[in-house]
């Protein structure tokens, strides 16, 4: 593993999973800074929600613990931003191995909202294997949600991948 010299925590945050507009999952402070503002809700803004797992609806009745080790289902997810004193970082997805040169700083699993059922569009995230969540937080919010990415075959190859598979992802640095 690479070694992390400073790292600020925080939420995994965006736009809930059934709503058009920002796709990307974005770490959120634990400690806001507010400007000036106005506590009614505006009718036409845009939102941030918080961030759950969802490896239960799947078909991973474990919650995914077979991935991370354990049942993270309605969990929310937490974030962590580190530096690193190398100068590039990647993030791989479809490998838990860096390529020859990198420094490997986590592995784990590919995820994503999903689109097929609700009109978000989200980005690809790379979980660690070890991902964690607040003890106490397990409830059905539904927010900004994370699933497990699978292979489809059809126009991606089938071999080298399988068909349903759960992809792995790697974060490299150099």
Same mark, same amino acid.
């Given at each position: $593993?690479?070694?992390?010299?400073?790292?600020?925590?925080?939420?995994?945050?965006?736009?809930?999973?059934?709503?058009?507009?920002?796709?990307?999952?974005?770490?959120?402070?634990?400690? !806001?800074?507010?400007?000036?503002?106005?506590? =009614?809700?505006?009718?036409?803004?845009?939102?941030?929600?918080?961030?759950?797992?969802?490896?239960?609806?799947?078909?991973?009745?474990?919650?995914?613990?077979?991935?991370?080790?354990?049942?993270?289902?309605?969990?929310?997810? !937490?974030?962590?931003?580190?530096?690193?004193?190398?100068?590039?970082? +990647? $993030?791989? !997805?479809?490998?838990?191995?860096?390529? !020859?040169?990198?420094?490997?700083?986590?592995?784990?699993?590919?995820? =994503?909202?999903?689109?097929?059922?609700?009109? =978000?569009?989200?980005?690809?995230?790379?979980?660690?294997?070890?991902?964690?969540?607040?003890?106490?937080?397990?409830?059905?919010?539904?927010?900004?949600? +994370?699933?497990?990415?699978?292979?489809?075959?059809?126009?991606?190859?089938?071999?080298?991948?399988?068909?349903?598979?759960?992809?792995?992802?790697?974060?490299? =640095?150099?």
């Amino acid at each position: $593993m690479g070694k992390r010299a400073h790292c600020v925590t925080g939420y995994v945050g965006g736009n809930t999973y059934n709503t058009p507009g920002a796709v990307d999952y974005l770490r959120l402070s634990s400690e !806001p800074q507010w400007g000036v503002f106005d506590d =009614s809700a505006a009718r036409y803004s845009a939102k941030i929600y918080g961030t759950e797992y969802q490896f239960g609806e799947q078909g991973y009745g474990n919650g995914g613990s077979a991935f991370f080790g354990q049942n993270l289902y309605d969990h929310d997810a !937490p974030c962590a931003v580190c530096h690193t004193s190398r100068q590039a970082t +990647l $993030m791989i !997805p479809e490998r838990n191995e860096c390529y !020859p040169g990198w420094a490997k700083e986590y592995s784990g699993y590919l995820a =994503s909202g999903i689109t097929y059922s609700s009109n =978000s569009g989200t980005n690809y995230i790379c979980l660690d294997e070890r991902s964690e969540f607040e003890t106490g937080d397990a409830k059905n919010d539904n927010g900004k949600l +994370l699933y497990l990415t699978e292979a489809k075959c059809g126009s991606l190859p089938c071999p080298p991948y399988v068909e349903n598979r759960e992809l792995t992802c790697v974060v490299c =640095s150099k």
